[in-house]
């Protein structure tokens, strides 16, 4: 019995070529994976505008969460030091524009120990935590004193009832779906909420 070589190894190249034609080559041609390309960026570009409103959201609530952790944070340290703990936002700068009124805190926060009571850091006090915030989410306090937050010995917001503070996209108002609130109450209780009232 004699075995038949699957590509004929005659002189002949037209047969040779013949038997690879017939074998097929697997593969993309170039074209047909520029078109597989082209329909995969039309998805992806109709695609992108269905998550802004997710990456918002989850930029609202970093920053809440950030804002709440320093409050909890404030609280802790005027245990501590009996009083003197300030929470004070920080100025606009480069790529951040969010904080140009005292109620504005859209460029982030500060938290320092405020050895002479006057609610402004001066030199040589300490600062016990910075946080800068991207610069497309907004934060607004209502009731914040020439843009500062003074805890007492108690651990709460001198010189106020209840706190509120709205955090919600750079480029939406505070009524915005994303909008979180940390709602302070004059008791102390602190608590999140989906909107813009507590």
């Known amino acids: 019995m004699t075995r038949v070589a ?8 037209a047969r040779w070529a013949n038997a690879l034609r017939r074998l097929g080559q697997p593969g993309f041609t170039m074209v047909e994976l520029m078109v597989v390309m082209l329909l995969l960026a039309i998805l992806a570009a109709l ?3 269905s998550f ?15 804002l709440l952790s320093t409050i909890y944070l404030a609280r802790s340290e005027a245990y501590k030091h009996g009083g003197r703990i300030v929470v004070q936002k920080l100025p606009n700068r480069a790529g951040c524009n969010l ?21 402004v850091r001066d030199s ?3 600062i016990l935590r910075t946080v800068t915030t991207p610069g497309a989410t907004q934060v607004l306090v209502s009731g ?5 937050l003074s805890f007492d010995r108690w651990g709460q ?5 209840v706190l509120g503070i709205s955090v919600f ?4 108002t505070a009524n915005s779906a994303a909008t979180r609130r940390i709602c302070v109450s004059a008791g102390g209780r602190i608590r999140v909420v989906q909107g813009n009232t507590c």
Not at 57 to 64: D, G, I, N, P
Not at 157 to 161: K, N, R
């Open 99 to 119: 904080a140009s009124g005292n109620a504005q805190w859209g460029c982030g926060w500060q938290v320092f120990i405020d050895d002479n009571d006057n609610r």
């Open 52 to 66: 802004k409103p997710l990456i918002e959201s989850w930029r609202v609530r970093q920053v809440a969460d950030s």
């Open 157 to 161: 917001v001198g010189g106020l009832g």
């Open 6 to 13: 699957p590509f004929p190894q005659a002189a002949h190249p």
């Open 47 to 49: 695609a992108v505008p």
């Open 144 to 148: 914040s004193v020439n843009g500062a």
């Open 169 to 172: 996209p750079g480029s939406a």
């Open 124 to 126: 040589g006090e300490r």
